[in-house]
């Protein structure tokens, strides 16, 4: 539920081989944001999630990394990539980049169709100086993506989604981003919320039928009693569907809306039936056109598989995420959405490659390193387990946390990271 794309069915992509350089600049006169970034970059934590060393600019050869992302068609996500290219210039600029060496991207744009995720893959598989790829949460091109580089080469998954994404050969997901959400928000539920009964609606659409019954089963599991409703996937009303679950009387409602229009229409459902019930939504209603729209966020419950950049963030990550941008991404780059995936992403494919060295990086090499991170994630799990989760090896960590947002901008975390390896 932290990711706007939580359909299983694939399309296509479109190519590219370059990306242009984001702007630059330095940790000591790094500007502030509207999210109120800080001015100086913290490099202990840089070299700590990256695995290089502050103060050192990257020279010389460059380690090559593929990058597959969605963008250019009718969903599209630049703003993983831009946040990505700005985490390779700082790494580059103030961390050494991989062991002395400069991160350089090669992209490949999804766009629109099954077949390009084929083309995709057998461009990164030509070009020898690849040795790991980064891919970004696709909704499109996945299954002929996977097929094709069959475990070939390394796959760093930012963002996975349900699918081929949980499957792959020789692929490690940094983040499960939906699968996080769906897999915590029963425990959530029992532990914190001491739920007894719940309402759960959703479109009627193929993808969001199939999220919907994992959820329902994930909470029946918990031993909570589940009011499931549906309604027209292109419905803006939700009055009724929240009506027919019980809204008014259950303990939650957990609503399978992922998109501004869903999550305005649940909003506007919520305030005409000046109903209180706790929803528990995902990370990506607190939009900014929903806050203009209603006045305020709405006072729900938000899913999130990355740290809040609302909330207060003891660890300092968010803080130095913000700065960073400010300093290297181009004004006014999206800081929200499928940003953090994009950076944290960089971050972990510099960890690995640093782990292997400069000389010695190769597929094979590369893929042992992958498989033995365990992180801790930037601005993600705080520590990683590939392997671990049933049925689902790519997966290296199931946590989630969950936001309660009290109104009047004060965001609130609601317990700690659930599901994350022990």
């Known amino acids: 539920m932290t990711t706007r794309r939580l359909s299983l069915a694939a399309a296509g992509l479109t190519c590219t081989i370059t990306l242009a350089a984001c702007a630059n600049g330095t940790s ?167 739920a007894k009964s719940v309402a759960i609606i959703s479109g009627d659409n193929p993808g969001d039928l199939a999220i919907a019954k994992i959820f329902k089963g994930n909470v029946e599991a918990q031993g909570i009693k589940v009011t499931y409703t549906t309604f027209p996937a292109s419905s803006t009303d939700l009055i009724s569907p929240l009506t027919a679950a019980g809204a008014q009387k259950a303990d939650a409602v957990v609503p399978i809306v992922v998109t501004a229009t869903g999550c305005t229409a649940l909003a506007k459902a919520y305030q005409q039936m000046s109903l209180t019930t706790p929803a528990i939504v995902a990370n990506l209603c607190a939009t900014d056109q929903i806050k203009k729209a209603f006045g305020d966020y709405p006072k729900w419950i938000y899913s999130s598989s990355t740290l809040s950049l609302q909330a207060a963030d003891t660890t300092k990550q968010t803080d130095f995420y913000k700065a960073v941008m400010a300093a ?55 520590t990683l387990d590939f392997g671990s989760v049933a049925h689902n090896p790519t997966i290296g960590s199931l946590a989630v946390r969950f936001y309660k947002y009290e109104g009047n901008g004060d965001w609130q975390a609601s317990g700690d990271w659930i599901n994350a390896p022990k």
């Open 328 to 382: 290297y991404a181009p004004k006014n780059a999206e800081l929200e959405i499928n940003a953090p995936y994009g950076f944290s992403a960089a971050f972990s494919a510099a960890t690995i490659l640093n782990k292997v060295g400069y000389g010695k990086i190769n597929a094979k090499s590369v893929s042992a390193a992958a498989r033995q991170y365990t992180g801790p994630v930037l601005l993600g799990s705080p």
């Open 28 to 194: 000591d006169t790094a500007g502030t944001s509207e999210s109120g970034a800080p001015k100086k970059i913290d490099s202990t934590l840089g070299a700590t999630f990256s695995g290089g060393k502050s103060g050192t600019k990257a020279t010389g050869a460059p380690v090559t990394i593929g990058l597959v992302n969605q963008q250019g068609g009718a969903v599209s996500d630049p703003e993983f990539t831009v946040a990505a290219q700005a985490a390779a210039d700082y790494i580059n600029a103030e961390l050494g980049g991989v062991d002395g060496h400069p991160i350089k991207f090669k992209t490949c744009y999804i766009v629109s169709s099954e077949e390009q995720g084929q083309v995709c893959a057998q461009r990164l598989l030509a070009d020898k100086s690849i040795s790991l790829i980064v891919q970004g949460g696709l909704n499109v091109g996945t299954q002929s993506l996977h097929r094709t580089i069959d475990g070939e080469k390394p796959v760093l998954i930012g963002q996975a989604n349900p699918g081929p994404d949980t499957v792959a050969a020789n692929s490690y997901a940094t983040n499960a981003s939906a699968l996080a959400s769906i897999n915590g928000v029963g425990p959530y539920l029992k532990d914190t919320l001491k």
